[in-house]
Nanobody, 126 residues
Framework: QVRLLESGGGYVQPGGSLRLSCAVSGSIFSIEGIGWYRQAPGEQRELVAVMTKNGHSSYADSVKGRFVISREDAKNTAYLEMNSLNPENTAVYYC????????????????????WGKGTRVTVST
């Protein structure tokens, strides 16, 4: 079973920085894409940043120039470096991945298009 585990959230003052991590564990064969989404109180979940297997990244307009997504394939881990944070960035941040994994019951590889972590909370406040 594949698991996505986020970490690095917490409290930060406006203008501060945080680095989120998403560790993907389990019978992973290949991570095709990984990304970060967030959900603020009373709002829908929205895309923050995504990165494909070949390193192509894209960002929500509101975070361009401030947030940077990266991945370390040897560790099956993705990161989100968040700078110049403001209160509007307060949300639960979720890791999302699509990947090939080994299904031990079927004894074959299967493509998982949509898998999520449980989230890590980021609060930007004075």
């Amino acid at each position: 079973q594949v698991r996505l585990l986020e970490s690095g959230g917490g409290y930060v003052q406006p203008g501060g920085s945080l680095r989120l991590s998403c560790a993907v564990s389990g019978s992973i064969f290949s991570i095709e894409g990984i990304g970060w989404y967030r959900q603020a109180p009373g709002e829908q979940r929205e895309l923050v940043a995504v990165m494909t297997k070949n390193g192509h990244s894209s960002y929500a307009d509101s975070v361009k120039g401030r947030f940077v997504i990266s991945r370390e394939d040897a560790k099956n881990t993705a990161y989100l470096e968040m700078n110049s944070l403001n209160p509007e960035n307060t949300a639960v941040y979720y890791c999302h991945a699509r990947f090939w994994a080994f299904n031990k019951y079927k004894q074959s590889l299967e493509y998982v298009e949509d898998d999520w972590g449980k989230g890590t909370r980021v609060t930007v406040s004075t």
